[in-house]
């Protein structure tokens, strides 16, 4: 399976088109104080990268730029 040449353009004009006040998941549940899918969504893929061999280079990035807001929720740590 093969991606459409286009793809980068319309992902991009997609994500232009949002609205400007739109948030991720997961900076509203830590903005809320809920417990994140960090967790689930992307330490998941690390954690199977590492147990299999496979390099996950920019999930690694993700998890550890986003691990120290989701220590700071209640209830973390």
């Known amino acids: 399976m093969s991606l459409d040449a286009d793809i980068i ?16 998941s997961m900076q509203r549940d830590l903005e ?3 417990t994140s ?3 689930s ?4 893929v690390v954690r199977l990268g590492n147990e299999r061999g496979v390099a996950t280079p ?3 990035l ?3 730029l986003l691990k120290p807001a989701h220590l ?3 209830g973390k740590g």
């Open 32 to 34: 809320a104080g809920r």
């Open 62 to 64: 993700a998890y550890a």
């Open 72 to 74: 700071k929720a209640p």
């Open 58 to 60: 920019v999930m690694r």
């Open 37 to 39: 899918e960090l967790e």
């Open 9 to 24: 353009g319309k992902t991009l004009a997609f994500i232009d088109a949002g609205a400007p006040d739109i948030k991720p």
């Open 41 to 44: 969504l992307i330490g998941v």
